[in-house]
């Protein structure tokens, strides 16, 4: 086995955008692309002489592959030990977990979440730091600094080694340690959860469904939701991840995990049902014939979480990203516990969490977390869903509807128009950023705007500042218009719309959704000319 050092220019400029580098997974297929991204990961961070990492990935084409090639890039950079998840697998909460358990100097992590998977469709690779978190803008910074200058990479010549076999192994110098990717984990949520009451409750004939899509939370959710808390089994649909997610889009919403809406709509449906992501860090719930937006999610936990023994302390503080309807916000108050607005991407809640100013974090795009781990975690909130509704014993509507009834309603959604020519994007998002200043005061469709910005965070803990994270346009009365462009995508750009309007609690709360923001959608159409401006009428998928 020899260490050998490699060639590989040109290799231009490559940014990791809202959660690591995501691209065709032919392209990172390429001669020496996936290396040199490899390489500059470890030479932003210092190097990887003497380090530790956990690796591991949500399973999709390319996964094995991958990680046998950073294992031995790991180990030639002079890492000393590699926790791999068994075939290479881990879901994106569990690497956060191991990191932290392990007090490992970072992770890799594979996965491009919510995208297809396939020789023809997406990958990614994102790296976490020592907190266990999504490593932050002044490391991905440095990351794209050394895409730009680049030119070899060291790695070993060897053959691939069993991440099969539990256990330990090695390569070169290099410990490999094979581990259970669902042990540690589970033995983290029975720290949280009352996993005796839920146990009960699904005696009692409280009935659940959880797909997991065909992606990395199946043997998660089959361990623990049928293994340690007594579901029947097929509880579990889509349990055995595949390295195309079944050809299906691995993202729970209404249009992506249609079949499991559709049984909870029928009159015969179960109590609750759920949805994780590609590499389980997103949650979709649903109860008896009826959805709970990602945003009503994060302020229904926040208000109920003090009722799981993890949280029944209390919450230090909350915080969603800044397109998350404002529902939270109002639970926050009347808590009397600080609410705090983030830009998009996971990696802006690391400090408020790592500084116990904030417990619980959500984002509209289906994903809540708290300080258990620096990840949003998909399992995670389902549990705490079943937790808080063992204890309340009602159902999820119930739930739901003396939450509006006692803090009013946000109604939201969010309107992606893809695969916009980039160019066209730009431009839409550049001419209204240079309106802004003279819209507060102007009438569009009822709506009169009050205030409009180029949304910038100041970090309260370590006061760095992040610009041009998306466009905010507030009306009176409470309602918001938000557009920016995704940091995800791998083809064109994808414009995100976020809409939102709230109906004070003796409002009218049972209005379908689209409805109630007809006048706001048309609003926000109008004074950004978005529909001629991408040529689209409607949006591609609405959730
Ligand atoms: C999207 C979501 C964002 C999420 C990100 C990563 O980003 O909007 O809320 O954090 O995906 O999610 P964008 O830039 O396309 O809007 V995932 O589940 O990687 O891990
Ligand atoms: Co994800």
């Known amino acids: 086995m020899s260490r050998v050092t490699r060639s590989c220019t040109p290799f231009d400029g490559q940014k990791p955008g809202t959660s690591g580098l995501r691209k065709k997974t032919r392209v990172f297929m390429q001669d020496h692309y996936l290396e040199a991204f490899v390489q500059s990961i470890f030479n932003a961070i210092g190097g990887a002489e003497g380090k530790t990492f956990v690796i591991g990935g949500d399973g999709r084409y390319f996964n094995a592959e991958a990680i046998q090639t950073i294992l031995r890039m790991a180990s030639a950079n002079g890492a000393t030990r590699a926790v791999v998840g068994q075939n290479g697998l881990l879901s994106t909460p569990a690497a956060s977990n191991l990191i932290r358990q392990r007090g490992t100097d970072g992770g890799l992590i594979l996965s491009a979440s919510h995208n297809p998977g396939g020789i023809d469709e997406d990958f990614g690779l994102k790296f976490n730091t020592p907190n266990g978190g999504p490593a932050p803008e002044k490391v991905t910074e440095k990351m794209f600094e050394q895409t730009k200058t680049l030119s070899e990479y060291h790695t070993l010549e060897t053959a691939d080694i069993d991440l099969g076999a539990i256990g330990e192994t090695s390569l070169g110098k290099m410990a490999v340690e094979i581990v259970d990717p669902v042990e540690d984990y589970t033995a983290l949520m029975k720290t949280l959860f009352d996993f005796d009451a839920i146990r009960a409750h699904i005696k009692g004939g409280f009935s659940l469904k959880f797909d997991a899509m065909h992606a990395v939370t199946g043997p998660y959710a089959t361990a623990i939701l049928e293994g340690e808390l007594g579901a029947p089994e097929g509880t579990v649909m889509n349990g055995v991840p595949k390295v195309d997610f079944g050809k299906g889009h691995p993202d729970p919403n209404p249009i992506w995990a249609k079949p499991l809406v559709d049984l909870v709509m029928s009159a015969d449906g179960p109590d609750f049902a759920a949805a994780s992501d590609g590499d389980g860090d997103r949650n979709m719930i649903l109860g008896k014939g009826l959805y709970v937006t990602p945003s009503d999610s994060l302020a229904v936990l ?17 915080a969603r990203s800044m397109p998350t309807s404002q529902a939270a916000d109002r639970v926050a108050e009347k808590l009397g516990i600080e609410c705090f607005e983030t830009p998009t991407g996971w990696k802006f809640f690391g400090n408020l969490l790592d500084a116990g100013r904030a417990t619980l974090c959500g984002e509209e795009s289906a994903g809540t977390g708290s300080d ?31 939450h509006w009834q006692t803090y009013g309603r946000n109604y939201y959604s969010r309107h992606d128009y893809e695969a916009v020519d980039s160019d066209k994007a730009n431009t839409l998002m550049a001419d209204l950023e240079a309106k802004l200043a003279d819209l507060p005061g102007t009438e569009v469709h009822g709506l009169t705007v009050s205030e409009a910005d180029q949304f910038a965070y100041h970090d309260p803990v370590d006061g760095s500042v992040s610009r041009n994270q998306g466009i905010r346009i507030l009306f009176e009365g409470g309602s918001r218009g938000v557009l920016r462009l995704s940091g995800t995508g791998t083809e064109g750009a994808t414009l995100r719309v976020y809409l939102e309007r709230y109906m004070p609690a003796d409002g009218d709360l049972e209005i379908e959704t689209q409805a109630a923001l007809k006048d706001v959608a048309a609003a926000i159409g109008e004074i950004s000319g978005l529909h001629a401006r991408t040529g689209r009428d409607a949006p591609d998928v609405m959730t």
């Not at 926040?302 to 909350?318: E, F, Q, R």
């Not at 620096?374 to 399992?379: A, I, N, Q, T």
């Open 302 to 318: 926040a208000a109920n979480a003090h009722l799981a023994p993890g949280y029944d302390k209390g919450l230090a503080g909350v």
């Open 372 to 402: 258990h781990v620096r990840e949003k975690d998909g399992l995670w909130a389902v549990l705490l869903w079943l937790n808080i509704l063992a204890v309340r014993k009602v159902s999820v509507k119930e739930i739901l509807m003396d």
